[in-house]
């Protein structure tokens, strides 16, 4: 039998014990949860004219050199994609390196060393289409990070902390466009992130300032002054895959059906 | 009750204990629920900062105008004159500084990237003046007969 004595000693240890753990767990309730979500009066967004873009590719260029990826990897923040649709119905698409080195010959990449050339007047449609972050009201990619090492930053843009990512690749999986990769250098996920060391000092992105045809535009949506801001508010504008609910903050001029 | 049946239970709750004061003293205290909520709010918030003193690398042709306005005055006469500076010569960092000199990109391919003959509808491409690189002078780089600062047939070398 437990004396009386013994049983308040226990019972103290115990409580003791588990107040130690209650002091270190941040327990969430809603309100709170609410109360500190503060409204920001800059949101990020981006606007791509594919009727301007010539596929140069400078734009991936300085991308790569801005943001420090590896030069010669195969891998990428931004990319431009080329798409030919022939007159018998066929469609053909590649970007060859992201188009680091732009698309400088007619013959499509099909893949495995295979080219095709493509004659001008087979062409029905063709045209080049700049692909990038979203930077999604909804993003999929945090919602499943288990770590909180990716998330969106009060502006909108979707940032990832090298220093908490545990390198699982879950938001690789997650993101329906495929702008996610792992860092060749850091080994951790990596996307872009609209050069958030440019737009916070108030420069544009690489990207936007390489392009030599105003086919890429950055700006802040909540201004209602912002030219970036009222084309996207006031044309007709499309969107990537909005059937995934992600609310992409990416615009497109001139998007075509084929483009996915 | 026996103590055999409390040993196993402290030794538990030490664990839970021991873990749950590591992860207090682990997770800067900046970790936690910021703007966007749990969802997509859960993060170090220190790291926005982080991002924001990465190293500018491309200072636009502004930062070249400084030193160089005759240059920029003789290409802003030519079409050439939308094509930023460090498109070719490269990113400019703390130039003149560090690096001194910039690693100009001469090559066919560079000019290529442009004037390459894409004949495609509905991209700004088509409208402009392209070769057909199998054709046109293969094998010899575009700078022996053309200058990029002063591209129109008119000022050819």
Request: net charge positive; glycine share 8%.
């Given at each position: 039998m437990i004396s009386r004595r013994d049983f308040l000693k226990n019972t103290a240890k115990a409580v003791a014990g588990i107040s130690i753990p209650v002091a270190a767990l941040e327990i969430l309730s809603p309100a709170r949860v609410q109360a500190i979500k503060a409204d920001s009066s800059v949101r990020w967004a981006f606007l791509v004219d594919t009727y301007k873009c010539v596929g140069c590719g400078f734009c991936v260029k300085a991308c790569k050199l801005e943001n420090e990826i590896p030069y010669d990897a195969n891998a990428t923040r931004t990319w431009v994609e080329r798409y030919v649709l022939t007159k018998d119905g066929k469609l053909y698409a590649d970007t060859p390196k992201g188009a680091r080195d732009g698309f400088i010959s007619t013959k499509v990449d099909l893949g495995m060393g295979n080219f095709q050339d493509i004659k001008k007047e087979d062409i029905k449609k063709a045209f080049f289409v700049p692909k990038l972050c979203n930077q999604c009201d909804n993003p999929p990619c945090v919602q499943v990070c288990p770590v909180g090492a990716t998330y969106q930053a009060p502006d909108g843009v979707v940032l990832v902390d090298r220093t908490w990512c545990i390198g699982c690749g879950y938001c690789i999986m997650a993101c329906p466009y495929g702008v996610r990769f792992f860092h060749p250098k850091y080994h951790t996920a990596e996307k872009c992130n609209f050069c958030y060391h440019r737009i916070s000092k108030g420069l544009k992105t690489a990207c936007v300032q390489a392009c030599p045809f105003g086919a890429r535009q950055i700006g802040n949506i909540k201004d209602p002054n912002d030219p970036v801001a009222k084309t996207i508010t006031t044309e007709r504008v499309g969107i990537l895959k909005s059937e995934y609910g992600t609310k992409p903050q990416v615009f497109y001029i001139g998007l075509d059906e084929e483009v996915r | 009750m026996k103590n055999h049946v409390f040993r196993p239970l402290w030794a538990v709750i030490g664990l839970i204990v021991?873990?749950?004061?590591?992860?207090?003293?682990?997770?800067?205290?900046?970790?936690?629920?910021?703007?966007?909520?749990?969802?997509?709010?859960?993060?170090?918030?220190?790291?926005?900062?982080?991002?924001?003193?990465?190293?500018?690398?491309?200072?636009?042709?502004?930062?070249?105008?400084?030193?160089h306005p005759d240059k920029i005055e003789s290409i802003d006469r030519t079409p050439h004159a939308i094509i930023q500076c460090e498109n070719c010569h490269g990113p400019a960092l703390e130039h003149p500084s560090e690096p001194p000199k910039l690693a100009i990109d001469r090559s066919r391919d560079q000019c290529l990237r442009c004037h390459a003959k894409l004949a495609y509808p509905s991209s700004g491409r088509a409208q402009i003046r392209g070769i057909d690189p199998d054709k046109h002078n293969p094998d010899v780089e575009c700078v022996m007969c053309h200058n990029p600062h002063k591209p129109s047939l008119e000022g050819m070398k």
């Open positions: - | 021991l873990v749950l004061l590591i992860r207090f003293f682990y997770v800067p205290k900046d970790f936690g629920v910021h703007e966007r909520g749990y969802m997509y709010g859960w993060y170090r918030k220190s790291n926005i900062e982080d991002w924001t003193k990465v190293t500018v690398k491309y200072q636009g042709k502004e930062y070249c105008t400084a030193c």
